[in-house]
């Protein structure tokens, strides 16, 4: 199975800030990454698919980049709802498998 | 608006077997989709099941390949996870969710949307 890492695990940050979470693949999945976004009490939502592309209705303040085993999610201008854990996930080879997730907090 | 929504026993016992139901609404299953069931542990993370096509072809995590089947009821649009000889280590929130892709290029796919999940606990 191809394993997902994610850092950092957590990160404490306020409204407006700039932030960039890490997912690295235990091999080339090419660009077979996506990048969802979860709640509490909430099912994951997918946020960018396929490394860089933007899902309907996520706002642009969300990028994401990168292709191999690196990739990141980053956020412009963090507001309130952004404050979320978010899961990386390949689906390059199967079994797909997830990170284990960054849990952004509010500081 | 493409819907779905788990059904099912929140509590199973040890060495019983955990059946869920997914209802889809809004589109066809008999579409050209997978129907995927991801399951989330505090201990595992975010984990993947397997996933039907309409056409009962499956696709199984080889974790958990011996004890699951996924099934389908066209007529019905539901999806169907069974689950034998639970565990503990099977207590979990169970989502189900539809495999979207890039246009004409399934292989580049991803899960969306998902049901709001069901919490199944084994238990005696």
């Known amino acids: 199975d191809i394993q997902m890492t994610q850092s950092p695990s957590s990160l404490s940050a306020s409204v407006g800030d700039r932030v960039t979470i890490t997912c690295r693949a235990s091999?080339?999945?090419?660009?077979?990454l996506n990048w969802y976004q979860q709640k509490p009490g909430k099912a994951p939502e997918v946020i960018v698919y396929?490394?860089?592309h933007l899902q309907d209705g996520v706002p642009a303040r969300f990028s994401g980049s990168g292709s191999g085993t690196d990739f990141t999610l980053t956020i412009n201008s963090l507001q309130p709802e952004d404050f979320a854990t978010y899961y990386c996930?390949?689906?390059?080879?199967?079994?797909?498998?997830f990170g284990p997730g960054t849990r952004l907090e509010i500081k | 608006q493409v819907q779905l929504q788990e059904s099912g026993p929140g509590l199973v016992k040890p060495s019983g077997t955990l059946s869920l139901t997914c209802a889809v609404s809004?589109?066809?299953?008999?579409?050209?989709?997978?129907w995927s069931w991801v399951r989330q542990s505090p201990g595992r993370g975010l984990e993947w099941i397997g996933e039907?096509?309409?056409?009962?072809?499956?696709k199984y995590n080889p974790s958990l390949e011996s004890r699951v089947t996924i099934s389908v009821d066209k007529s019905k649009r539901q999806f169907f996870l069974t689950l034998s000889a639970v565990t503990a280590a099977d207590t979990a929130i169970y989502f189900c969710?539809?495999?979207?892709?890039?246009?004409?290029?399934?292989?580049?796919?991803?899960?969306?949307?998902w049901g709001q999940g069901i919490l199944v606990t084994v238990s005696s």
């Open positions: 091999q080339n999945i090419i660009n077979f």
């Open positions: 996930q390949q689906s390059y080879s199967s079994p797909q498998t």
């Open positions: 039907i096509y309409h056409t009962g072809s499956t």
């Open positions: 396929i490394a860089s």
């Open positions: 969710a539809r495999v979207s892709y890039l246009p004409n290029i399934p292989a580049k796919n991803y899960l969306h949307p």
């Open positions: 809004g589109a066809s299953i008999s579409s050209s989709h997978w």
